[in-house]
């Protein structure tokens, strides 16, 4: 007798049963296992963090995670290749006897900015000149990587009116004597820009242009030294960038892999094989509807489609039935007209190359294919800058082809984006789908589609075997159930078949689709109603490009009456698509991964930057007059906010996680599923191997767990009457999905179609087996809910803030670290190591009501030993620490340097627990050790896990803890129950938080509910961890209790 394995798939969360399956494959009862001598049902709930990869936190999102290690790695290599350029700078300047034998930090002691200015005019000495050439070094203007100018790139945004502003005051000047009048005037305004004053942008040109002056007036003067490879050589080192140009490298890394022929990049959507590509696969999937048939597309009405979409931008659905059909259009209709979109792609750049601005369309079409392309490889040999304007114009006129307009230039864009597959391979398949066949049928004639190879069990899902996923919430879950699936296999062998959840809707009635279709047309046409009217206020032609961020700004601007939330205060039409009103997320976007238009808000800037990653509620404060006033603008529905977007004001900080499961995860789910399907399938032979793999609706799991009142079975479980409390919750939906055939869910369809809107209080669905409702009650108390530990030494060893310790005075002994003084708070005010500067800044922020960005809008001013008053910009803070970490620095030589820092140590990775005998009793003691110090035993070749104490090196070891990990432990009632640790730290004292295996999501309980349930399972000392600790386990994938090894 076989079994079918049923998979619930999650982002954090995989469910399973095996249903045992008679010779007709009808389900009979549920698969058991054994374990050790007993048997188990076979099914159970696997846990783990959330796209998290070879990484030890645990709330952390592995994407986020790699973005923020992104983003510090560009920033060091951004300022090692400023150290390398000044590095190589000096060496030339030595060579050529600039610095006259002076140390460098000398020379750096003069002022360029007077040098500067000077060296237009008048003789400099030679190590005057360096100095302004390691200036330049290190500020050397803006240059963009993009192909088109700032001046087309940022058309009407704050840098083109930077830049347009320095170039209309410069008046002849160059940078240097422009910037050296500002300081000169006596004012203490600073010349360079801040985050809320960006007045001017200096380009990479005008330090060029200044060099250029500067160098003909001293060459004048130097004429053995200022030679024209000595120019150039400076040229290259000051000025030279990386190009941003893809190499055949650099695409391996950024675009990905072709999917059909390994080894060849994705071919972009610039290439004209690529629009014709998109046109033909959306053209050939069309059927045409009439009410009666569905049919495909004759080829006269294929032929006319593809013809007007190849000289298109784009065309409505609307527009296409009336080109074929005419008056007979309102008739018919075509399948993916039900879809949200309303319109389908065009060739791009073929409706570009016919536009106004650019070719004749007789003359264009009356081009062989190969032309075509020969052609638009002219145009784009101008936007890479190998050719020029008039080169371009030139060579096209061989082609008997002229440009309408001379403005060409002005409208050329290459389309961004890239298919799925390489060029190589769009030239075998593009032909075949121009014979009509679909996208499927042409891979298979073209001979490209993937082989198929048989497992035994699931190979691991990499790139070496054919599983490129980049997707990190997509590789967890694989890399989860693989583990499942072969244990599994091993115990009971391959199953029958294997059904997925997936989350794709379940058409269950005419009428709600059309509810879902209405909705999301109408939330396609505000966008377009925002675009025209930000295009009418700014008084742009319609085929001017509106951004996304704008959209969504004056959508949020009309949602909430044009007033902000955290202000009360009316938004102008002119402040709204300005930098000073800015979009919000209300939950934090890094706590909460929530993008959706019900979690956003349009602000003022000010207020929020003052938010930062904080919930509203959690920043203000309940009973701060500022909240209140904010519920009773709400009472008065001042803002027209739904009932989903104002509850989320009131969600605290450490609730987001409980109340909001981020909806990116719920879009993943779908696509799990789909690469999970193909994964599976390497169980089977190629030919049974789409039947065997099958995906069910998230939809079915819901309607059958109403129908057979499976919500009943987990009411009386961990936490009360809501199920998802639970999480054997996905063993439920698991066993559900295992039932489910194609067959059922007709039944189902039919059942909802003909009880909508009633059910299913008139619906009945036939159990799968008698007393199948009984059995998975049962079942369901014996499982084990399994939860990945996280033991891996990985993430952040150390935080990034460096600190200096103070040797000498009234703060001896403290670490001190310097921040801007914009950025302080009170607290950390009262911490400001000079006394004069903190009674200052403490008398400023009172002033102001604790708003720093307020308070110090005016720097702080001391008075130098002259006299004169000096801005203050920086303070320096102590802090007190008792487990700082020492970064020793060295030179290339490997000798010490003194110029140590300290850092904040990363996160806890585990707690060694100890039995200590003192005075004839035995007494837990503990030694915790952070991610940096489970680190350095892993670099020093030691065992992670150290079963001595550094203090007790007699006592006993009993255990290591870290997250996740499972234990028995007695409740307050003194019943045993398995728990998984769910925090665990040693500073300043021993603290630990476990929860029983199952409870899962948190967020229908109270706030009471959730106080008694931390009471209950928060244990704050050793001795209470000594009362309560019966035993550490392990739990396999599969759920069964194993006795831990330590």
Same mark, same amino acid.
């Given at each position: 007798?076989?079994?079918?394995?049923?998979?619930?798939?999650?982002?954090?969360?995989?469910?399973?049963?095996?249903?045992?399956?008679?010779?007709? $494959?009808?389900?009979?009862?549920?698969?058991?296992?054994?374990?050790?001598?007993?048997?188990?049902?076979?099914?159970?709930?696997?846990?783990?963090?959330?796209?998290?990869?070879?990484?030890?936190?645990?709330?952390?999102?592995?994407?986020?995670?790699?973005?923020?290690?992104?983003?510090?790695?560009?920033?060091?290599?951004?300022?090692?290749?400023?150290?390398?350029?000044?590095?190589?700078?000096?060496?030339?300047?030595?060579?050529?006897?600039?610095?006259?034998?002076?140390?460098?930090?000398?020379?750096? !002691?003069? =002022?360029?900015?007077?040098?500067?200015?000077?060296?237009?005019?008048?003789?400099?000495?030679?190590?005057?000149?360096?100095?302004?050439?390691?200036?330049?070094?290190?500020?050397?203007?803006?240059?963009?990587?993009?192909?088109?100018?700032?001046? +087309?790139?940022?058309?009407?945004?704050?840098?083109?009116?930077?830049?347009?502003?320095?170039?209309?005051?410069?008046?002849?000047?160059?940078?240097?004597?422009?910037?050296?009048?500002?300081?000169?005037?006596?004012?203490?305004?600073?010349?360079?820009?801040?985050?809320?004053?960006?007045?001017?942008?200096?380009?990479?040109?005008? *330090?060029?242009? +200044?060099?250029? /002056?500067?160098?003909?007036?001293?060459?004048?003067?130097?004429?053995?030294?200022?030679?024209?490879?000595? @120019?150039?050589?400076? &040229?290259?080192?000051? #000025?030279?960038?990386?190009?941003?140009?893809?190499?055949?490298?650099?695409?391996?890394?950024?675009?990905?892999?072709?999917?059909?022929?390994?080894?060849?990049?994705?071919?972009?959507?610039? +290439?004209?094989?690529? !629009?014709?590509?998109?046109?033909?696969?959306?053209?050939?999937?069309?059927?045409?509807?009439?009410?009666?048939?569905?049919?495909?597309?004759?080829?006269?009405? %294929?032929?006319?489609?593809?013809?007007?979409?190849?000289?298109?931008?784009?065309?409505?659905?609307?527009?296409?039935?009336?080109?074929?059909?005419?008056?007979?259009?309102? @008739?018919?209709?075509?399948?993916?007209?039900?879809?949200?979109?309303?319109?389908?792609?065009?060739?791009?750049?073929?409706?570009?190359?016919?536009?106004?601005?650019?070719?004749?369309?007789?003359?264009?079409?009356?081009?062989?294919?190969?032309?075509?392309?020969?052609?638009?490889?002219?145009?784009?040999?101008?936007?890479?800058?190998?050719?020029?304007?008039? =080169?371009?114009?030139?060579?096209?006129?061989?082609?008997?082809?002229?440009?309408?307009?001379?403005?060409?230039? =002005?409208?050329?864009?290459?389309?961004?984006?890239?298919?799925? @597959?390489?060029?190589?391979?769009?030239?075998?398949?593009?032909?075949?789908?121009?014979?009509?066949?679909?996208?499927?049928?042409?891979?298979?004639?073209?001979?490209?589609?993937?082989?198929?190879? !048989?497992?035994?069990?699931?190979?691991?899902?990499?790139?070496?075997?054919?599983?490129?996923?980049?997707?990190?919430?997509?590789?967890?879950?694989?890399?989860?159930?693989?583990?499942?699936?072969?244990?599994?296999?091993?115990?009971?062998?391959?199953?029958?078949?294997?059904?997925?959840?997936?989350?794709?809707?379940?058409?269950?009635?005419?009428?709600?689709? !059309?509810?879902?279709?209405?909705?999301?047309?109408?939330?396609?046409?505000?966008?377009?109603?925002?675009?025209?009217?930000?295009?009418?206020?700014?008084?742009?032609?319609?085929?001017?490009?509106?951004?996304?961020?704008?959209?969504?700004?004056?959508?949020?601007?009309? &949602?909430?009456?044009?007033?902000?939330? @955290?202000?009360?205060?009316?938004?102008?039409?002119?402040?709204?698509?300005?930098? &000073?009103?800015?979009?919000?997320?209300?939950?934090?976007?890094?706590?909460?991964?929530?993008?959706?238009?019900?979690?956003?808000?349009?602000?003022?800037?000010?207020?929020?930057? +003052?938010?930062?990653?904080?919930?509203?509620?959690?920043?203000?404060?309940?009973?701060?007059?500022?909240?209140?006033?904010?519920?009773?603008?709400?009472?008065?529905?001042? #803002?027209?906010?739904?009932?989903?977007?104002?509850?989320?004001?009131?969600?605290?900080?450490?609730?987001?996680?409980?109340?909001?499961?981020?909806?990116?995860?719920?879009?993943?789910?779908? *696509?799990?599923?789909?690469?999970? %399907?193909?994964?599976?399938?390497?169980?089977?032979?190629?030919?049974?191997?789409?039947?065997?793999?099958?995906?069910?609706?998230?939809?079915?799991?819901?309607?059958?767990?109403?129908?057979?009142?499976?919500?009943?079975?987990?009411?009386?479980?961990?936490?009360?009457?809501?199920?998802?409390?639970?999480?054997?919750?996905?063993?439920?939906?698991?066993?559900?999905?295992?039932?489910?055939?194609?067959?059922?869910?007709?039944?189902?369809?039919?059942?909802?179609? =003909?009880?909508?809107?009633?059910?299913?209080?008139?619906?009945?669905?036939?159990?799968?087996?008698?007393?199948?409702?009984?059995?998975?009650?049962?079942?369901?108390?014996?499982?084990?809910?399994?939860?990945?530990?996280?033991?891996?030494?990985?993430?952040?060893?150390?935080?990034?803030?460096?600190?200096?310790?103070?040797?000498?005075?009234?703060?001896?002994?403290?670490?001190?670290?310097?921040?801007?003084?914009?950025?302080?708070?009170?607290?950390?005010?009262?911490?400001?190591?000079?006394?004069?500067? %903190?009674?200052?800044?403490?008398?400023?922020?009172?002033? *102001?009501?604790?708003?720093?960005?307020?308070?110090?809008?005016?720097?702080?001013?001391?008075?130098?030993?002259?006299?004169?008053?000096?801005?203050?910009?920086?303070?320096?803070?102590?802090?007190?620490?008792?487990?700082?970490?020492?970064?020793?620095?060295?030179?290339?030589?490997?000798?010490?340097?003194?110029?140590?820092?300290?850092?904040?140590?990363?996160?806890?990775?585990?707690?060694?627990?100890?039995?200590?005998?003192?005075?004839?009793?035995?007494?837990?003691?503990?030694?915790?050790?952070?991610?940096?110090?489970?680190?350095? /035993?892993?670099?020093?070749?030691?065992?992670?896990?150290?079963?001595?104490?550094?203090? *007790?090196?007699?006592?006993?070891?009993?255990?290591?803890?870290?997250?996740?990990?499972?234990?028995?432990?007695?409740?307050?009632?003194?019943?045993?129950?398995?728990?998984?640790?769910?925090?665990?730290?040693?500073?300043?004292?021993?603290?630990? $938080?476990?929860?029983?295996?199952?409870?899962?999501?948190?967020?229908?309980?109270?706030?009471? &509910?959730?106080?008694?349930?931390?009471?209950?399972?928060?244990?704050?000392?050793?001795?209470?961890?000594?009362?309560?600790?019966?035993?550490?386990?392990?739990?396999?994938?599969?759920?069964?209790?194993?006795?831990?090894?330590?």
């Amino acid at each position: 007798m076989g079994y079918v394995l049923g998979l619930d798939l999650g982002p954090t969360s995989i469910g399973w049963a095996a249903i045992e399956v008679d010779e007709n $494959e009808r389900p009979v009862g549920l698969l058991t296992l054994d374990d050790n001598g007993e048997k188990v049902p076979a099914m159970g709930s696997r846990i783990f963090p959330v796209g998290v990869i070879n990484y030890g936190q645990g709330k952390k999102r592995e994407q986020s995670n790699n973005k923020k290690r992104r983003d510090k790695r560009s920033v060091r290599r951004r300022l090692r290749r400023a150290r390398a350029r000044r590095l190589k700078l000096i060496g030339l300047l030595k060579s050529q006897g600039l610095l006259n034998g002076q140390p460098v930090d000398e020379v750096q !002691q003069m =002022d360029p900015y007077e040098l500067r200015a000077k060296g237009v005019s008048e003789k400099l000495e030679p190590e005057e000149f360096a100095r302004i050439l390691l200036h330049f070094a290190k500020r050397r203007g803006f240059k963009s990587n993009r192909r088109k100018p700032i001046d +087309e790139d940022a058309k009407g945004t704050d840098m083109k009116k930077a830049k347009d502003r320095l170039e209309a005051q410069l008046d002849g000047q160059t940078l240097g004597e422009f910037w050296y009048d500002k300081l000169s005037d006596g004012s203490s305004e600073p010349i360079r820009n801040r985050r809320d004053n960006f007045k001017w942008l200096a380009q990479r040109k005008h *330090y060029q242009e +200044e060099l250029g /002056r500067i160098w003909a007036v001293q060459s004048a003067h130097y004429p053995e030294i200022f030679t024209h490879g000595f @120019y150039k050589e400076l &040229e290259g080192i000051l #000025f030279d960038q990386i190009p941003f140009e893809l190499t055949k490298t650099k695409k391996k890394k950024v675009i990905g892999m072709c999917s059909l022929m390994p080894g060849k990049v994705r071919c972009g959507y610039s +290439e004209r094989i690529a !629009q014709k590509f998109r046109t033909l696969q959306k053209v050939n999937d069309l059927r045409v509807e009439d009410g009666k048939e569905s049919r495909d597309l004759c080829d006269a009405e %294929r032929e006319v489609l593809v013809n007007s979409l190849s000289a298109s931008k784009d065309k409505s659905y609307e527009a296409m039935r009336k080109k074929i059909w005419g008056k007979d259009a309102d @008739y018919v209709k075509l399948n993916l007209e039900y879809r949200p979109k309303e319109k389908i792609r065009g060739n791009e750049i073929d409706s570009m190359m016919v536009s106004a601005s650019f070719f004749q369309k007789k003359a264009w079409l009356g081009l062989t294919e190969q032309q075509k392309d020969e052609v638009w490889g002219l145009l784009r040999s101008y936007l890479d800058e190998s050719l020029s304007a008039d =080169d371009v114009e030139a060579r096209v006129g061989e082609y008997g082809l002229e440009f309408k307009k001379d403005n060409w230039t =002005d409208k050329l864009k290459e389309p961004v984006g890239t298919c799925s @597959y390489s060029k190589a391979a769009l030239n075998k398949i593009v032909p075949l789908m121009e014979e009509g066949k679909d996208l499927y049928t042409a891979i298979q004639e073209a001979g490209l589609s993937k082989k198929h190879e !048989q497992h035994g069990l699931l190979p691991v899902p990499d790139k070496a075997h054919g599983f490129a996923i980049p997707n990190p919430v997509v590789q967890t879950v694989m890399f989860q159930m693989r583990k499942i699936v072969n244990l599994l296999i091993k115990e009971v062998g391959p199953p029958e078949r294997i059904v997925i959840e997936t989350t794709r809707e379940l058409k269950a009635s005419k009428e709600r689709r !059309q509810e879902i279709l209405k909705k999301q047309s109408d939330n396609l046409k505000d966008k377009e109603k925002a675009k025209d009217k930000i295009r009418e206020m700014r008084g742009w032609s319609d085929d001017v490009r509106v951004s996304n961020t704008d959209v969504m700004k004056w959508r949020l601007w009309e &949602e909430q009456n044009h007033y902000c939330p @955290y202000r009360c205060k009316k938004i102008t039409l002119g402040e709204v698509l300005s930098r &000073e009103v800015e979009i919000d997320h209300i939950l934090p976007y890094s706590m909460s991964l929530d993008n959706t238009m019900a979690n956003k808000v349009v602000c003022f800037a000010g207020e929020n930057q +003052e938010k930062g990653q904080n919930t509203p509620i959690s920043w203000l404060g309940e009973n701060s007059a500022k909240w209140r006033k904010i519920t009773e603008a709400m009472s008065r529905n001042s #803002f027209n906010f739904s009932k989903e977007k104002w509850e989320r004001f009131g969600v605290l900080n450490e609730e987001i996680e409980e109340k909001y499961q981020p909806e990116r995860l719920i879009r993943d789910t779908s *696509y799990i599923a789909r690469e999970v %399907r193909a994964y599976l399938k390497r169980l089977y032979p190629a030919d049974y191997a789409d039947q065997s793999v099958r995906t069910a609706s998230g939809k079915i799991t819901f309607e059958l767990r109403n129908l057979w009142q499976l919500n009943a079975i987990l009411r009386d479980g961990e936490l009360g009457p809501k199920n998802r409390d639970d999480l054997r919750h996905h063993a439920v939906d698991a066993a559900v999905v295992a039932v489910t055939t194609p067959g059922m869910i007709q039944r189902i369809t039919r059942v909802l179609q =003909d009880n909508w809107p009633k059910r299913p209080k008139y619906a009945a669905i036939a159990e799968p087996w008698e007393g199948f409702g009984e059995e998975l009650a049962s079942a369901v108390e014996k499982i084990n809910v399994s939860h990945r530990v996280q033991r891996k030494v990985k993430g952040a060893l150390h935080g990034g803030t460096h600190y200096g310790k103070i040797a000498h005075g009234l703060h001896a002994g403290k670490f001190v670290t310097r921040k801007n003084l914009s950025d302080i708070t009170k607290t950390s005010a009262e911490n400001i190591c000079d006394p004069e500067i %903190r009674d200052m800044a403490l008398a400023r922020l009172k002033e *102001y009501g604790g708003k720093a960005k307020d308070a110090f809008a005016k720097p702080l001013k001391l008075e130098n030993k002259n006299g004169e008053p000096v801005p203050v910009k920086k303070v320096r803070i102590w802090e007190n620490s008792s487990n700082m970490i020492k970064l020793e620095r060295s030179n290339k030589n490997g000798n010490s340097l003194d110029n140590s820092v300290w850092v904040k140590p990363g996160e806890n990775h585990h707690v060694e627990i100890f039995v200590h005998t003192v005075g004839g009793k035995d007494e837990y003691v503990c030694k915790g050790y952070t991610i940096w110090e489970a680190g350095q /035993r892993v670099k020093n070749k030691q065992p992670i896990i150290s079963r001595q104490h550094p203090d *007790y090196p007699e006592a006993r070891f009993i255990m290591s803890l870290s997250k996740r990990e499972s234990l028995v432990m007695k409740n307050k009632s003194g019943t045993a129950r398995k728990v998984f640790v769910l925090s665990i730290s040693t500073q300043p004292t021993f603290d630990m $938080e476990v929860r029983p295996l199952s409870v899962g999501d948190v967020r229908n309980l109270s706030d009471k &509910e959730k106080k008694a349930l931390r009471r209950e399972w928060r244990l704050q000392s050793l001795k209470a961890l000594k009362e309560r600790l019966m035993q550490k386990i392990t739990l396999d994938p599969l759920g069964r209790v194993r006795r831990a090894g330590d």
